[in-house]
């Protein structure tokens, strides 16, 4: 009965979608840099709408479906007026997606449908990144091999998921579970986004300042996003990961070098120092 009336309600979400938004705003990542806590910060928020679920996966896992699919996820026009009146101020609707930014077909994907949104980056140091997204995917029981076993074998793991990846129907795991250096190396996948959209539709946020400053960020944001203040009266820390263990000095050492030039670039491109080693 639950799952009827849910097909039923989605349904009736999918009629009625040309009369919904398309999301203002995207978390396009990076995975494991606090995307999660962000994104529901923000949706604590009066002055945002939230979708239907937290990750709609539209561009990168479900490009296969209508866009009315992708659209049904999101509230109507009229609801944002409707909640502009109880506020007095602009609400919008949003999502988060922390694939789409190591996804590379999503923002050729996004152009191709005249997509237009602000995108919003988390980035963490990538040594750390790596490690805790490792101690996840060991958490789901989708690892066995041991940390430097596994950064040993990602290169044999990803070969050839980028081709596959042209076919909107390949779900790409190796690519999602085992990207533990690629995906921390940021400058080249911001690099193929401002290829597509202008640099001014980003907002690229240091995910250390966000665990270590939650309430400032959050406003920064929120500027960004073009509404109100959304200052909340705590700050949970959301889908944390801690690792079991402290990470061998070797190994902090071997990636602290390996991601080093990466870095740097990543630097250049956006004209600050982020402050990683």
Sequence with gaps: MKKSLKRGRFLWRLTTAPLRCEPHFIIIGANKCGTTS???????????????????????????????????????RARLRHREVQTGSTCITGTSAPYYLFHPEVPGRMVAQGFAANFIVLLRNPVERA??????????????????KALDREAQRLEGEEERLRNPRYRGMNHRRYSYLARGRYAEQLRKWLTYFPRERFLVVKSEDLFANPGPVLEKVARFVGIRGARLEQYPIYNANPAKGPMDPATRRWLSEYFRPHNQELYDLLGMDLGWD
Excluded: C, I, M
């Design 131 to 148: 490690f805790s997204h490792y101690h996840h995917q060991v958490k789901k029981g989708r690892e066995d091999l041991s940390f430097e």
């Design 38 to 76: 962000l994104s529901r910060y923000l949706v604590a928020s009066p002055h945002v709408e939230p979708a239907l679920r937290q990750e709609v996966h539209y561009f990168d896992l479900n490009f296969f479906r209508t866009t009315a699919w992708h659209k049904a996820h999101f509230p109507t």
